[in-house]
């Protein structure tokens, strides 16, 4: 092949070289910056959801003497706080039941049950009134690991569902659309009347009812 000039200065060139290069690392170094920064937002939310179900729990459980429907919607109010800036409210759901021991010392008893937040989801271990009059509710939680109330006392059994919502969804690397399910549970402190009582008659949407599904 013969030599021309204008090939000879084509071969030497190097000035698109460090273009070339970054043009090619560009994707992998993206990938690696967005993967971190999903990671870091998934653990984030992972916290938050967790610290959700356990402030629900225990801050049912601290209220002494007796529980009224507006002890319930205040602690409702404080755990959606608490996730407000994962916009909880309006892809979680919290359901907080009572359990307690039944009339006739057969089983466990979900005396009540409330829920808040805006997503479908319903108790994976029972509903409101499960096991009032026979020994079908041997507790709440996972197989091996249900827990039970002691007689005369209640545990307060809190449930959060949060679908996660990422930053970049990258479903390649695992980062997607999830469902997060956590649990928590405290017994109570003090309060020997079990009852939840409503003293001011609240009715519809004033009440956390596991009917309703409202951010």
């Known amino acids: 092949m013969r030599n021309f000039p204008f090939t000879t200065r084509l071969m030497r060139e190097t000035s698109g070289v460090a273009l070339i290069e970054f043009a090619l690392s560009l994707p992998v170094i993206l990938s690696m910056g967005l993967g971190g920064l999903e990671l870091a937002n998934y653990a984030i939310a992972t916290e938050r959801v967790s610290q959700i179900a356990m402030t629900a729990a225990d801050n049912a459980a601290r209220v002494r003497s007796s529980i009224?429907?507006?002890?319930?919607?205040?602690?409702?109010?404080?755990?959606?706080?608490?996730?407000s800036k994962i916009n909880?409210?309006?892809?979680?759901?919290?359901?907080?039941?009572?359990l307690e021991e039944n009339a006739g010392k057969t089983g466990q008893w979900i005396r009540w049950q409330r829920c808040a937040g805006a997503k479908s989801a319903t108790s994976s271990f029972g509903v409101q009134d499960a096991g009032k009059n026979d020994s079908s509710l041997p507790g709440m939680g996972p197989t091996g690991k249900k827990l039970a109330a002691v007689s005369g006392t209640a545990v307060m059994f809190v449930e959060v569902f949060?679908?996660?919502?990422?930053?970049?969804?990258?479903?390649?690397?695992g980062y997607g659309t999830k469902?997060?399910?956590?649990?928590?549970?405290?017994?109570?402190?003090?309060?020997?009347?079990?009852?939840l009582k409503n003293a001011k008659n609240l009715t519809g949407a004033n009440i956390s009812s596991c009917s309703l599904y409202s951010a």
């Not at 009224?68 to 996730?83: I, P, R, S, T």
């Not at 909880?88 to 009572?98: K, V, Y």
């Open 68 to 83: 009224d429907e507006l002890d319930v919607n205040e602690v409702m109010a404080g755990a959606k706080f608490v996730g």
């Open 88 to 98: 909880f409210a309006q892809n979680g759901r919290i359901i907080l039941s009572s």
């Open 162 to 173: 949060y679908d996660y919502q990422p930053i970049v969804p990258i479903p390649s690397l």
């Open 179 to 195: 469902t997060m399910n956590f649990t928590a549970a405290f017994n109570v402190r003090e309060r020997t009347d079990q009852t």
